[in-house]
């Protein structure tokens, strides 16, 4: 079992940045794959990013690329989602989520979830 903690979401101006964090405590950190996903009211959850067990291989939605960095402090069991130049679309609620490692970046189950953090960008 994997308890998963996001923070960091806030109202932010487009434009600007934001850094979510992912705080994960239970089965060994560093033996899963993480992602963030994120959703608006409404609408399914859609995948935003994913960051291999080492930190070596990310994958990204197109939308987000060049704007949003994921990495992770295996150490601290913590995962990050680095978001710049935020656009009005990227309002969400953002989720982390993780897997046991084993299949590639571009699969998108997953089978743990934090509760999800409310990130709203305004114009």
């Known amino acids: 079992q994997v308890h998963l903690v ?12 934001l850094k979510l964090s992912c705080a994960a405590s239970g089965q060994p950190f560093s033996y899963h794959t ?9 609408k399914e959850r859609e995948f935003v990013a994913a960051i291999s067990t080492s930190g070596g291989n990310t994958f990204y939605k197109e939308a987000v690329k ?3 960095t ?3 402090d295996n150490p601290n069991k913590t995962m990050y989602l680095q978001m710049n ?3 009005l679309e990227d309002t969400a609620v ?5 897997r046991v490692m084993g299949r590639p ?3 998108y189950e997953y089978d743990y979830w934090g509760q ?3 990130v709203t960008v305004s114009s």
Do not use: N
Not at 94 to 98: T, W
């Open 6 to 17: 996001e923070s960091g979401g806030r109202l932010v101006q487009a434009g600007g940045s």
């Open 34 to 42: 993480m992602a963030w996903f994120r959703q608006v009211a409404g």
């Open 66 to 68: 060049g704007r949003f």
């Open 70 to 72: 994921i990495s992770r």
């Open 85 to 87: 130049s935020l656009k």
């Open 94 to 98: 953002y989720y982390c989520a993780a």
């Open 105 to 107: 970046l571009t699969y």
């Open 116 to 118: 999800g953090t409310q």
